[in-house]
């Protein structure tokens, strides 16, 4: 059973998450692992996560793993180009971490590897007071990212409403409220849904 503590702090989750889950609901066919690096900017600083799942499937999902959590060192992107030294520091922040990320996955790996960010609250704000601005961060960073020896997917500002809905389908899916149950006494596939779960 979980608690309402355990809603809230499901709920507090940020939008790497989803993308995480969206990462790994695709279609494997082999038992290799495989890995996948998320780049959560939020309004203080950047994370960047490594995970890591078996390409088996457990209903059409991976089973992910965090592999690794990097802070990144300097000042959140939102601040970038205002101050030449702080990008530098932070540019370099990134440069470190990424070196731990390649260390990490084996050589083989790294073409396959995909590679998001995601920005929220902080640039969110910056593209409603200069969007130019936001904007030259974005493609600095997507430059950036391209290249790397990973298969960069994309660069974006994730919108509150995203981000919301991002919250709701990680705390379901985190719940079990997505998951296909076999009943095998009767051998009948059933979905289960899970809306009474708390009572």
């Excluded at 890591?52 to 209903?59: A, H, M, R, T, V």
């Excluded at 390649?102 to 007071?129: D, N, S, W, Y």
């Amino acid at each position: 059973r979980i608690s309402q503590k355990d809603i809230r702090d499901l709920a507090a989750i940020s939008a790497r998450d989803l993308i995480i889950i969206i990462t790994i609901i695709i279609n494997i066919s082999t038992k290799t692992t495989m890995y996948g690096i998320v780049i959560d900017s939020g309004s203080s600083r950047s994370n960047i996560y490594l995970y890591e799942w078996l390409g088996e499937k457990e209903n059409e999902t991976g089973v992910v793993m965090e592999k690794l959590n990097c802070n990144v060192s300097g000042v959140p992107i939102s601040e970038l180009k205002i101050d030449p030294k702080k990008d530098a520091q932070t540019w370099e922040g990134f440069k470190k971490c990424m070196k731990n990320v390649l260390a990490a996955i084996p050589v083989e790996k790294h073409k396959t590897t995909p590679l998001f960010l995601g920005a929220t609250a902080g640039m969110r704000l910056l593209q409603e007071k200069d969007m130019q601005r936001a904007s030259e961060i974005l493609n600095s960073l997507e430059v950036y990212l391209q290249s790397l020896p990973f298969d960069f997917q994309n660069a974006s500002i994730i919108t509150g409403q995203e981000e919301g809905l991002y919250g709701w389908i990680t705390v379901n899916y985190l719940m079990g409220n997505f998951l296909e149950v076999k009943q095998t006494k009767h051998d009948i596939n059933s979905k289960v849904c899970l809306t009474n779960f708390l009572k």
